[in-house]
């Protein structure tokens, strides 16, 4: 990392005086079993408070309110997560892949109006998954024809994480069905108001609806909100797609050091079934050891691709093998908890809304992990990423449609 040891030393100390000051302290009493509106006014207030600290969002480039150096978005994400600060659920597709979209490829006008309004509490969601069309995202099917001043939409969207409250989505839509795949695929920014659109949100195994069906019937969208050139929506969907990792991976592997392993230390500290305690067990001695130095080894893969990132010399598969490594470890490390952790834990089914999948509810954190393995690629295409570009083995076969 480029800055000083001790400038960050001073910047440590500022932030994590100022998390002592800000975090709400019983934040998961008080977000256990909150209703949807609860959840969304939590999140707002806690995205100002970040923002009044000049936290919400320091990777923007100074000029929109961030401009904060890698080495300091670091030592940010790590006193977040040491002190059980809440996660920005809600505003996490709007801080970082509608705003890394508008600033890659909005016009001015679209940024003037988006970025400011962003910081205020707008809520962005991403439509690009639809049914037959999620590892193969080329192939979706939603149209959008061009009728005067606008387009016209028809389709489904799928997976649309927290559309139920999104004031905007990143949508992505065919608008040319004779050319090739990827060729024929538009970029728009859709005003969740329109009508003609319907959201119904889907209940997944932990019974949280998240993420939502978005159904488009005849759905008007101004021309103003293409981003990019008509039929070239697929270049300007790799800088949504870039943004899901990076600093964001850096954040989650640090939750998984603090909330996720220091709680399942503390579990296993607990009596065993048989009496004991469950750490004075080799077995649980042995496997805390192993996932303790997967995780160093989690936080270093984390901070090497920072830097390679800021040196401009990361490698085309690099991202991929921290998702994965992430993802994968993850479950690794919920799927012992629920082994090691036994009966009460099964049965603790409450978890805080805001907390993602660290809640300390063992069970619904293992479900949870499981999700990690499937948006922003899934571990199967993650592996051929890194075997074709990373290792430069050769191509998979592509089998016809
Ligand atoms: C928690 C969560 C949040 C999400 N949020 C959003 C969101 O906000 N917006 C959005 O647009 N989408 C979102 N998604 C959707 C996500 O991007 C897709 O689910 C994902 O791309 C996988 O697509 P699919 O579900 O169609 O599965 P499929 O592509 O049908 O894959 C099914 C299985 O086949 C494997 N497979 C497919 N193709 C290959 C291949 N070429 N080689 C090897 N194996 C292959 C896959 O790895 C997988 O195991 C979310 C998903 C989850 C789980």
Redesign the pocket.
Known sequence: MNTSTEDLTEFRAEVRQWCREHVPADWRRAQTLAGDAEFVAFQQSWFQELRSGGYAVPHWPAEWGGGMSAARQVVLYQELAAHDAPRLVLGF?SIHHAASTLLAAGTAEQRARHLPAILDGEIW?????????????AGLRTTARREGDGFVVDGQ???????AHADWCLL?ARTDPAAPKRRGISYFLMDMRSPGLDVRPVR?AAGES??CEIFLNGVVIPAENLVGPVNQGWQVAQATLSAERGMTMLELAERLGNAGFRWLVEACRGPAPGGGRLVDDPRVQDRLAELETEIAGLRALCLGLVERHEAGTAGPADASVVKLYYSELLQRTMDFAVEVTGLPAHTELRKPASSGWESGAWVLDFIGS????????????Q??IIGERGLGLPR?PVVPA
């Open positions: 597709v969601v991403q439509g690009f998954s639809e049914p037959e069309a999620g590892s193969d995202l969207k799928l997976w649309a994480s927290g559309a992505l997944n998240h993420f499981w999700e990690w393995t499937i948006p922003g690629g899934t571990s199967e295409i592996r051929t998979e």
